[in-house]
Each structure stands twice: as C-alpha cells, then as structure tokens.
C-alpha cells in the first residue's frame, strides 16, 4: 500500500498528500449502467474486476498555518482505510498540532475521519472550516428528510463527526479563507462540495477533491457519474468547469481519489482530459 508523503511547494506554502488507504470496489457499482465495452476499451477492466481507489488528504503548511484537507475514514470503511492519523504522526505531524480541517465535503471518506472510534477529536486543537450549504444539508436536515437509507446513515454519522468541533467550526462561502486560501463551491457530489485553492506567486493548486472518482474513466468521459453523487448531473457540470479551469489556467490539481500522491497537471486531450503527474 502506498505510504509515506510527497510534497510539492506553492508560494509560502508546502502541499504534502497523505495516504488514507485504498478503498476497494468494482465499476458495476461505482458506475452502474456505464458502457461495457467501453470501460474495457478504456481501462482493461471488466466491469466486475477489482479497483482500487486511492483516498487521500493533503496537509497544508505554511505562514502558521498547519491545516488538513479532509479527514480519511477513521475506523468505518474496513481496515485497508483509516491510515491518515498514524501516517501523519509517522511524518512527525502530531495530530494536536493540526490548526485547521479544511473538509472537501462532509462524506465518510472525508469527514468520518475527523473523530476515533470512541467519537472523540482526532484533531482537538484544529477549527473546522466546512461550506455553509454543505453543513446545512448534512448537519442541520431533519433525518426525515434523507433521500434515501445510505444517506440517512451518513448524515448521523456526519453529526456525531462534527460534534467535538462544534464550538470552532466556521462556515464558509466562496472566497479567501485563510492568506492566500481560497473556497470555490462545485456542487453537484454534493450540494456544498468545494475546492480549495493554495496560492502563491504565478503558481496556484488546487486540492479539488471528488472532482473525479475514476479517473480510468471520467477523464476521457467527464459525463460518467459516480454512485454516490448527489446530484449527477449537476456534478458532471461541476467536473467539466473544473477541468477546464484548470487545463485553461495552468493550475496544478490535487485529488482525493487520483492515485496517490494525487498531484497532477490536467491538460486536454483528443478526447476528453488526461493527467500528468508532478
Ligand atoms: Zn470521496
């Protein structure tokens, strides 16, 4: 399993990934109806082979700031997840020394992460910075309001999640959020999903989170939705504003599922987008 950390520097900032673990599934379910034929021209696999997706986090150093982009698992996804915390105290990052949570968005892979299994702080000192949209549909619901059993489930665990920060935890729109940090709202995975942006000099990165799952199919088809979208189509808007932004504008990527490190440059393709590592 990939571990240990690669980094790469923007600005006054340096950028390290770090390993959740791999989660473990098949494209007849993280993609179901997708063309078969295709899937198989495109990435060798059949639609009930193994795939391994990456999940990742970023750590965000720099100006005093020491801030991690999203949380991992914790104990919740089985035990080839739930890496992040003893990878980052490996790297000599304790995790009372984190100061921020940046959260992509509130999902299990994500934000579960964010307590241990006894549902205290993985990160007692860090404020959690987290869309207001985001918050509002996952946190603030009715649970009567759950479209469905899996998203009732992970809007309770998303509330026991968020409790031990309640008092340090802002919401936030588009913008600056911290020195040269900045939010930018793509819906659609889910309603206040969100890409943060480090900046600094020319060079700008962006840690884009679940802009894409399987990049084996979504970068040649950014129409591919993912199971777990919220709202697919508007999702598949949110991917090709994103990779066109960032193919357009020269911006470095980070992805949560984008095998690890996760650091890429999107560039246009014949069809489609393909990634270049770092
Ligand atoms: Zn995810």
Redesign the pocket.
Known sequence: MAQGNQSIIIGDYIITAFSDGLFQTTIDVTAPGVDKEMTQSLSGKTLTDPVFLA?NAFLVEGRGIRALVDAGTSDTMGPALGKLPENLIAAGKPLDSITHVLLTHI?P??SNGLIDGAGNAYFPKADVLVQDEEYRFWIERDLSQAAHERQRGNMVRARASVAPYAARTTRIGDGEILPGIFAQKSPGHTPGHTAWTVTGGKDSLMIWG?TI?MAFLQLQHPEIAFIFDVDPELAVKSRLRLLDQTSADGIRIAG??LDFPGFGIVRRAKTGYVIAAE
């Open positions: 999940v999902h892979d994500h679940d799952h949560m599922h």
